[in-house]
């Protein structure tokens, strides 16, 4: 995997091409002190809200909307950062959207921060609830600070314009999600994305979905990517058509799901779950999907669930970090 396979996959450099068979979507640039923001590990606190409502003199400490803390003669305060045009253009964006939107960067999303928001979801309405995610993301981290993680050429590491994605948001069934390789423009292997679960769908059609996502791809992708190895994810809604969901490099950096990259690289042993009669067909690729005999796995994402700032405050080395997270929260809640 080479440094310009996963610039190729960068949301912005792909959308153009399939904008017709994916999800309604606005690209902002991400301005450098948002960026470096992001990057801070001092303070969640965060602005942006659409509306601030204006406070009366507080009648007691808890309702007091700064709060400080006193050193000797030393007063701190804690004060949120702003970012007024591009909060604008960001609920701008929003809006245009339906009101909800799945936010992303360049490459990834902030999956493994999900638990972290009050609906336990990465829908989002507001820039406070996009920060709260980005911000609580290993994922979002490393597109910042490890993007050609797993590339093999030594070249110069390429300058990098970081973008806010906004996706239209969708209520997506996790079984109708599958992840689609592809080597020298041929379709090998199809893996349920959410394999923790059995979805006895899944088993029941799986020849018919295989057979959906080959006509999709042969239609819509094949020839039409910037590299002949890729991986591709798909969504398969209750009408059986396909949307594209998104592009990721053929490598490690990317999850292989129910096979290994041994087997999609070398092709040795790529033996999917269908009959012999499917199995037989030259070009049909291989295709997994949980059993209903496997036993159910916990989410990949659980690992994410305890940051090391939840440490700090359990041992009380950051208060500071509490007070933040629970204005926010309470700003949210004035929000919705």
Avoid at 82 to 101: C, H, K
Avoid at 155 to 182: H, N, Q, T
Avoid at 314 to 328: N, P, Q, R, V, Y
């Amino acid at each position: 995997m080479k440094k310009e396979h996963v610039l190729h996959c960068q949301f912005s450099a792909w959308y153009p091409l399939f904008r017709g068979v994916t999800i309604k979507s606005v690209i902002l640039p991400l301005p450098q002190n948002v960026k470096d923001y992001l990057l801070d590990d001092g303070t969640l606190v965060v602005s942006g809200r659409d509306d601030p409502p204006t406070h009366s003199q507080p009648d007691s400490d808890d309702e007091a909307e700064e709060i400080q803390w006193s050193d000797d003669e030393n007063t701190a305060t804690l004060t949120a950062p702003e970012f007024p045009e591009f909060a604008t253009q960001v609920q701008e964006a929003i809006n245009s959207l339906g009101g909800s939107v799945f936010p992303k960067l360049n490459w990834s999303a902030p999956r493994d921060a999900y638990w972290i928001a009050m609906n336990s979801s990465l829908k989002c309405k507001t820039l406070s609830d996009i920060f709260l995610l980005f911000k609580s993301s290993d994922f979002i981290t490393r597109d910042f600070t490890q993007p050609f993680i797993h590339c093999t050429d030594d070249s110069p590491d390429p300058c990098i314009e970081y973008e806010l994605v906004l996706r239209k948001w969708c209520e997506l069934i996790p079984g109708a999600e599958f992840r689609c390789f592809v080597k020298e423009n041929k379709l090998i292997g199809i893996s349920q994305r959410d394999y923790t679960q059995y979805y006895d769908h899944i088993s029941k059609q799986k020849e018919e979905i295989c057979r959906c996502i080959q006509d999709f791809f042969k239609k819509h992708i094949q020839y039409k990517f910037l590299d002949e190895d890729f991986v591709f994810d798909i969504y398969r809604d209750s009408r059986g058509k396909v949307w594209l969901i998104d592009f990721n490099p053929f490598g490690e950096v990317t999850d292989s799901l129910l096979f290994t990259w041994e087997e999609l690289i070398s092709e040795n042993n790529l033996n999917g779950d269908f009959s012999e009669v499917d199995a037989q067909e030259q070009d049909s690729p291989a295709f997994r999907c949980t059993n209903s005999e496997v036993t159910v796995q916990p989410s990949p994402y659980l690992s994410y669930r305890l940051p090391k700032d939840f440490v700090d405050l359990s041992t009380g080395e950051d208060a500071h970090k509490l007070i933040d997270f629970l204005k926010l929260k309470r700003n949210q809640q004035e929000d919705d």
